[in-house]
């Protein structure tokens, strides 16, 4: 048998962990995986996978509520979820994508040891009593959900988002705590399942830090459905109280509700890792600090995925884990480039994004001309019904190929668009930023 390229023991097997593992071993690596709780990490058991597959149900709840205006009689009663079968359908979902996961490494010859693993040298990684010599050290152990000291999740009442799928019913009423994201997401999707949302945030709107008009048009969205949004309004603790929940605010107000989600961030799984041992000093953060290819300070040893901080999404986690295992293996490779990061937030309508961001233009930080097109003039939209374009998660492949590509605005128009069809704006949008020869 031949020789192994390297032996390269990877911790965590999220996808920071799993995608460096596959193309470790296609490069003819021997590869060990060491995993606390199973195979996909929190992106797929409890994070990225189940939250998605509850917003498909809640994306078919909106749906059905413009049935009527698309000449759809529908019955007398309106639809309702079925929550013990929405959430076991989501576990099962999750169960399912990590046996896929599992199933994946194992044929491409990938050792998987359950447990939790720790440097306890330079190149050497422990599980319980057993040490693996390694040379090379992929650490992908991921994030948690940061808590309120005030508020301390009980699995019943006050919940952070991996404790929902748990609830044998829908929350009657929602405290949602944090407008980031992912609290944009479940409120969205929770308003349309059918319970009463409302949404707290400490900022003046829902997703600072997205681009202002796009978190407009959600926040109008969210308030139109009957959500209650509090803005400029800190939490300060959340306590169980009768059959319910009492959010007390920073100015003294307080919120009652069935149930309290708390959204305020993810903490990285860093401690007790043996970072030290390896030569690794973490950030502020707590955050294992790392270059555009992955490497930490410490020879060797590279880090990937929401333990590094770096961008909380599974692709830039997948990213990073594949562009440390091609430098290490000594195959060319592309530095990670953050500004080509497609991204999407998931509420019901969602907002993608690529490229610079409108705040930079605006700044003056990026030279650029800014087009909007207003989907009322597409045919497409008229004839489903659409005031606000769905999907922007698909619609932004086409743009991100661009960014990617460094395509012109002109090479942009000159690409055939289906008629009618949602992504013809971004061929018009395209069009209408073109200028004559001459202005050049
Ligand atoms: C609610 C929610 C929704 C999200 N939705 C999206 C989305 O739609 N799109 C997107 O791109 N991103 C999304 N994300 C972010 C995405 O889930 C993370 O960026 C991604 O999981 C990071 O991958 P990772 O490999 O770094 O870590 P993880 O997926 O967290 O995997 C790390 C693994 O390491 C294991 N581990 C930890 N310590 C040890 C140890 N000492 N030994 C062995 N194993 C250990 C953990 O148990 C875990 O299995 C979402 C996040 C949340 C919270």
Redesign the pocket.
């Known amino acids: 048998m031949d020789e192994p390229r390297a032996r390269i023991v990877i ?9 460096a593992a596959l193309v470790a071993a296609q490069l003819g690596a021997q590869v060990t995986v ?19 597959t509850l917003i498909a149900t809640s994306g078919m709840m909106a749906a059905l509520d413009g049935a009527a205006a698309l000449g759809i009689r529908s019955g007398t009663a309106a639809a309702t979820v079925d929550a013990p079968r929405l959430y076991s359908r989501v576990r099962a979902l999750a169960r399912a994508q990590s046996g896929d996961v599992a199933g994946r490494l194992a044929a491409e010859g990938v050792e998987v040891r359950s ?4 440097l306890v040298g330079p190149r050497t990684v422990a ?1 319980g009593d057993a040490e693996i010599t390694a040379d090379i050290v992929l650490v ?6 940061r808590v309120l000291p005030g508020a301390m999740p009980d699995g019943e009442r006050i919940l952070t ?2 404790q929902l799928y748990d609830l044998g019913e829908l929350p009657q009423e929602l405290i949602v705590v944090g407008s980031g ?2 609290g944009a ?2 409120a969205s999707a929770y308003q349309a399942l059918g319970s009463q949302v409302t949404l707290v945030s400490s900022r003046d709107r829902v997703l600072p830090q997205e681009d202002a008009d796009a978190a407009m048009v959600v926040e109008d969205v969210f308030r139109r459905r009957g959500m209650t949004v509090l803005g400029r309004s800190r939490a300060m603790s959340a306590k169980p109280s009768g059959d319910g929940v009492t959010v007390t605010l920073e100015d003294g107000r307080t919120v009652r509700g069935s149930h309290c989600l708390l ?1 305020v961030g ?1 903490v990285p ?1 860093t401690g ?2 043996g970072l030290e041992a390896a030569g690794i000093t973490l950030d502020g953060g707590e955050f294992i600090p790392v270059d555009r290819v992955s490497r930490t300070t410490a020879p060797g040893v590279y880090a ?5 901080g770096v ?8 990213m ?2 594949r562009i440390a295992m091609w430098h290490a293996l000594g195959e060319a490779v592309q530095p990670l480039r953050l500004s080509h990061v497609a ?2 937030v ?1 509420t019901e309508p969602e907002i993608a994004t690529v490229g610079v961001s409108q705040q930079a233009v605006t700044s003056g930080e990026a030279d650029a001309l800014v087009v909007k097109l207003p989907l009322a003039t597409n045919a497409r939209a008229k004839m489903q019904g659409f005031r606000v374009a769905p999907r922007a998660s698909e619609l932004i492949l086409g743009v991100s190929l661009a960014v990617e590509q460094h395509l012109t605005v002109d090479q942009m128009a000159h690409t055939f668009a289906v008629y009618p069809s949602l992504s013809g704006s971004i061929t018009e949008a395209a069009r209408s930023l073109m200028r004559p020869a001459d202005d050049d």
């Open positions: 911790i965590g097997g999220g996808p920071g962990g799993y995608e060491v995993d606390r709780d199973g195979l996909g990490g929190a992106c797929v058991l409890t994070d990225c996978v189940p939250s998605k447990g939790a693993g720790r599980v992908a152990t991921g994030a948690q959900p988002c991996r994201v992912t997401e479940f959204t993810m799984n007790g890792l990937a995925g929401d333990c590094t961008m909380m999404l599974a692709s830039v986690a997948a990073q884990g991204m999407t998931f």
